[in-house]
């Protein structure tokens, strides 16, 4: 059968296409189609040009709005890569003082979001992640005949469904380094599935971070949903990298560290792990396209920690490291 796909817009400017296909690599988006407003008035500029005619639909070109397009599968993992090209495209323009890089909006084709969403529910199946976890939407049952646990996440505009690889590797790393009774950090929870799933395999409680506050309010729904007790699960929203108050707030020692974000987020992030994890504790990082595995992975161990485990699958990685301690 042949695969289907949705095709998405990006509206920016001449000087933001670079760095919104900067980003959209490290969240996964292999190739694009860009349209730039700036090429075709120097197109049409060329002195040395003997145009007689040009097409008035090329005319109009000069006066479009910089596009970067790129194609998404129509299945789970394209609806997940929707979900991150979003939030990506909110913290881009949140830092975008002056405005400099146009509206960041993505559009999808010929196709109303609301039904796209709607759709996309049918791509989301129970998913048996590792030994002991089964993933699932709501609206599925589950028999229960093979015990495993079961974890309860719809997809929401919070990346993280258990779908995507990159959340899948970190649930697989972190179910072998549960014994029980830990305090678990989730930095960039998203939909708070990986301390969520830590809390159900044995984890004792857990704290889960993201920058934008729908992910903190979708998280706080998500535990409630999987019946965990409000004082075992806290929600913040904020930038931990830039906001000490935030930093001071959430800092403890923890067992282990959750952090499912993009390469140069979690380089930003580096230093910041030793302060928050005991001597000996595990730091689990995922989200990164294994051409910028090496860049990650060095950054880390600068900061004390030993790689001990590495998940790779189709181009992503997930890896477990130990925190030297001093």
């Given amino acids: ?120 529910k049918q791509y989301f199946k129970p998913l048996k992640v590792g030994e002991r976890l089964l993933v699932k939407p709501s609206w599925e049952n589950y028999d229960g005949t093979d015990n495993r646990v079961v974890l309860e996440i719809d997809p929401a505009s919070s990346f993280g469904t258990g779908q995507h690889h990159t959340t899948r590797l970190c649930l697989e790393l972190l179910e072998k380094s549960l014994d029980g009774g830990e305090k678990v ?48 699960y806290h929600t913040y929203c904020g930038n931990v990298i830039s906001d000490s108050e935030l930093a001071d707030k959430i800092d403890s020692k923890y067992d282990v560290i959750t952090a499912n974000i993009v390469a140069d987020v979690l380089i930003a992030m580096s230093p910041l792990f030793s302060r928050y994890l005991k001597d000996e504790g595990i730091l689990i990082i995922s989200g990164i396209i294994i051409e910028r595995m090496n860049e990650v992975t060095d950054a880390v161990e600068n900061a004390g920690f030993i790689i001990k485990e590495e998940n790779v699958k189709d181009g992503w990685a997930a890896v477990k490291l130990i925190h030297k301690g001093k």
Wanted: glycine share 8%; net charge negative.
């Fill in 1 to 120: 059968m042949a695969m289907e796909w949705t095709e998405v817009n990006i509206y920016t400017t001449t000087e933001g296409i670079d760095i919104v296909c900067s980003e959209l690599t490290d969240i996964g988006v292999k190739g694009f189609a860009i349209k730039d407003a700036e090429d075709f008035k120097e197109f049409l500029e060329n002195k040395n040009g003997k145009w007689d005619y040009i097409d008035d639909d090329l005319m109009g070109l000069s006066h479009c709005e910089s596009c970067v397009t790129i194609y998404l599968p129509c299945n789970s993992q394209g609806a997940e890569m929707l979900i991150a090209v979003k939030s990506m495209l909110t913290e881009l323009k949140k830092n975008d003082i002056g405005n400099v890089y146009g509206r960041l909006e993505a559009e999808l084709s010929n196709i109303r979001e609301e039904d796209w969403a709607n759709n996309w």
């Fill in 185 to 232: 950090l989730d930095l960039g929870c998203g939909s708070g599935i990986l301390s969520i799933g830590a809390i159900l395999l044995g984890a004792d409680s857990a704290v889960a971070v993201d920058i934008e506050e729908n992910a903190a309010v979708t998280a706080a729904e998500n535990a409630q949903k999987n019946s965990i007790p409000k004082e075992k």
